[in-house]
């Protein structure tokens, strides 16, 4: 608990706010906050508070200095370009990695997605495209994951199925 702190501390320090803007910083405090639900890893509440802080022009130094190495990887494979395609690029970071890895970037991934969703469908910017794309990154995400699905099932279900009910069907036309 005692680093959770401190890095919240560092993560709102002068320049981090730099990097984050107001909304970026918001965005990775929800996202943090729901990997609650499915994991209690310090590495992972971590890794979801700093996930897109590269991506923003963040300098890896500073992730550095108050992240674990666990949570550092973490980082760097959930880290692409705006460029990239999400999909594409996880499944180059995850090539070769431990399961418990895996299942991190999995908790992380998807609740980055949901808040990406739910934000989207309050903005009224929520399009069938997106749609499309995040069913098969939570599919993807899914089938990577191994352990107690439940967990997944009951979060999606929660997060996602009752919020957006289109995705259930996108997801039932995948299979």
């Given at each position: 608990?005692?680093?959770?702190?401190?890095?919240?501390?560092?993560?709102?320090?002068?320049?981090?706010?730099?990097?984050?803007?107001?909304?970026?910083?918001?965005?990775?405090?929800?996202?943090?906050?729901?990997?609650?639900?499915?994991?209690?890893?310090?590495?992972?509440?971590?890794?979801?508070?700093?996930?897109?802080?590269?991506?923003?022009?963040?300098?890896?130094?500073?992730?550095?200095?108050?992240?674990?190495?666990?949570s550092y990887q973490l980082v760097l494979a959930l880290s692409h370009d705006e460029d990239e395609d999400t999909l594409t690029s996880?499944?180059?970071?995850?090539?070769?990695?431990?399961?418990?890895?895996?299942?991190?970037?999995?908790?992380?991934?998807?609740?980055?997605?949901?808040?990406?969703?739910?934000?989207?469908?309050?903005?009224?910017?929520?399009?069938?495209?997106?749609?499309?794309?995040?069913?098969?990154?939570?599919?993807?995400?899914?089938?990577?994951?191994?352990?107690?699905?439940?967990?997944?099932?009951?979060?999606?279900?929660?997060?996602?199925?009752?919020?957006?009910?289109?995705?259930?069907?996108?997801?039932?036309?995948?299979?």
């Amino acid at each position: 608990m005692f680093r959770i702190k401190l890095f919240e501390k560092f993560i709102t320090s002068r320049p981090i706010r730099k990097v984050m803007s107001r909304y970026k910083y918001k965005h990775s405090k929800r996202v943090a906050n729901l990997t609650k639900e499915l994991s209690n890893s310090e590495d992972v509440y971590n890794s979801a508070l700093y996930h897109d802080f590269l991506e923003r022009g963040g300098k890896i130094e500073d992730t550095r200095k108050v992240l674990s190495f666990h949570s550092y990887q973490l980082v760097l494979a959930l880290s692409h370009d705006e460029d990239e395609d999400t999909l594409t690029s996880l499944k180059i970071a995850l090539q070769d990695k431990p399961q418990e890895f895996i299942n991190d970037i999995v908790c992380i991934k998807l609740c980055d997605r949901t808040d990406n969703l739910k934000t989207r469908l309050d903005e009224d910017r929520l399009k069938r495209k997106y749609i499309k794309k995040s069913t098969k990154l939570i599919q993807y995400l899914y089938d990577s994951f191994e352990g107690d699905k439940s967990i997944l099932d009951s979060f999606i279900e929660k997060h996602i199925f009752s919020i957006i009910p289109k995705m259930r069907e996108e997801l039932l036309e995948e299979v």
